[in-house]
Structure formats: C-alpha cells, structure tokens
C-alpha cells in the first residue's frame, strides 16, 4: 500500500496535523485538501507542477500544484497538490473526450528536456512502439511474439506530435456532474490522437470497455496506426515490466485482435 508522507513533508505542505488516508488514484495520500504523492524524479516533478499549475483547461478540473513553506515542489521525495474529489469510473468515451479537451490546451507546450533521459520501462516502450530502438529485449510470451508480429504493419503518419498525458486511463476523476478531473500528468512527446488511443487499448484490455468503443472515435485521424501504435506500446510495457502475468496478457490479445481487423 506504499508508505504515508512522514510529518516534516506534511508540515512543508500545510498539513503537518492531518491524518494520512490513502486514496485509490496514486498512490496518493490525501491529507485534508492537500494531497501528496512520491516525486517520479525532481526534474519531472517540477515540470509537472508548473505545467499544471498555468494549465486552463475547458470542462476539466485540474488539480494545482502546492509549493512548500519554502517554495520548494518537491520536499524529501514528495509532491503536493490541491485534492480533488472524485473516483475512476468506466466512462471511456467521457475520458477520451476528456483526454482531447487536455492536449488541446497543452499543444504549445515546448518538448520537456528530462523525456530525453527517461530509461524507465514506459519510456522505453514507448520508444520500440514507434521503431525508434528496435533493441528492447522482451519477453516472448508476455507480449513480445504480439509485438513483433503487429510491428510489421507500422506505416509511416502524418500526425504532429506534442506534450500529451500517456497514462489518463484509471486517472481521470468523475464526481457526479462535476468535470472531470486529473491530479498528475504522464508526460509523452507523441500525437494526441496516440494518447486517445492509448485510452482505448486500455479500457478494452482491462476495463471491460464493449468493442464499439474503437468506432466511435475512428473519426480521429490516422486512427488505425495510431491505434497500432497504443497497442505496440501496452505490448512492449507488458513485455519487459517485472509484474507482469499470463493473466494480463488476455486483455491484450483481446485488443490486438480488435486492431487486427482494423489492419488485417
């Protein structure tokens, strides 16, 4: 369940009495209407927290980035925001919606510096997705037999790639009729039709989304590649992630077969 923010972290965000409770999205540790969770690195959390803190965005509430007593983001290892209310729900098509409305305010956003140092699992699945290091070792039976046979039927696209949120699925917070609302930002350098997708992928592998959720965005362009390329990414994480089962695997074969009719 992770460990809670400790008392002196708590005290640099103006929380120093409020009992930890740990909440579903996070792990994240609301602490009165401060919430707090581990820094992925300083670099990122910074950019994280100045982009959300500028960030306006139509019908979408986003949760503002706290700077400690002394004007720090990130205090031993932790990061603070304002809480939001809400929980993950199963309303795919109102996440994707979600998910444009964000990179419609974040297309000018320059390309961050610390992407081009990311060596975590996501970072480098995200490059094999896209053919950009053909060395990631993967392992066969967890995804890596699906990628290299889907990896076939990349083609060249002409969509404009730009800072997106790579990880919305799970992480986009519903409270009634209130607006959605995000906590955090998974920062990719990529299409924003490719996040949308990456969504979908998602909810079809493990969110018991119906198949008609990949028609009713096929409006979006180059949306098969796109796709094909959400998919190659879940493939690869899958394939070289430590956890990673025979049983997660199913919801990726489910969704590599409705691509697969997309291509085939």
């Avoid at 708590?10 to 996070?26: C, D, I, Q, S, T």
């Avoid at 320059?110 to 699945?125: E, G, I, S």
């Avoid at 190659?232 to 409705?258: C, D, I, K, N, Y």
């Amino acid at each position: 369940m992770g460990t809670p923010p400790p008392q002196h972290v708590r005290a640099a965000f103006g929380a120093k009495n409020a009992e930890p409770v740990l909440v579903e999205h996070g792990p994240v540790w609301r602490c009165d209407d401060v919430a707090l969770r581990q820094a992925t690195g300083p670099a990122e959390a910074s950019w994280v927290a100045q982009t959300l803190g500028d960030l306006e965005v139509p019908d979408l509430r986003v949760a503002r980035p706290i700077r400690s007593s002394d004007g720090r983001y990130v205090v031993g290892g932790w990061v603070g925001f304002r809480f939001i209310s809400g929980r993950a729900e199963p309303r795919y098509d109102e996440v994707v919606s979600a998910s444009l409305r964000l990179h419609r305010a974040t297309a000018g956003l320059p390309r961050p510096r610390f992407l081009h140092a990311r060596a975590d699992v996501f970072a480098v699945a995200d490059r094999a997705a896209w053919g950009e290091d053909r060395r990631v070792q993967m392992a066969a039976n967890l995804g890596g037999r699906l990628f290299e046979f889907y990896a076939e039927f990349r083609k060249e696209i002409d969509l404009r790639p730009q800072v997106v949120h790579g990880d919305l699925f799970g992480n986009v917070l519903f409270d009634g009729d209130a607006a959605p609302g995000i906590m955090d930002f998974a920062a990719f350098y990529r299409p924003p039709e490719w996040a949308a997708a990456v969504i979908v992928v998602d909810a079809l592998a493990w969110g018991g989304a119906d198949d008609g959720l990949v028609k009713r965005w096929s409006h979006l362009a180059e949306w098969p590649q796109a796709l094909l390329r959400a998919l190659l990414f879940r493939l690869a994480v899958h394939a070289t992630h430590p956890r990673s089962t025979s049983r997660s695997m199913r919801g990726l074969e489910r969704v590599a077969q409705e691509v697969g009719r997309l291509l085939l």
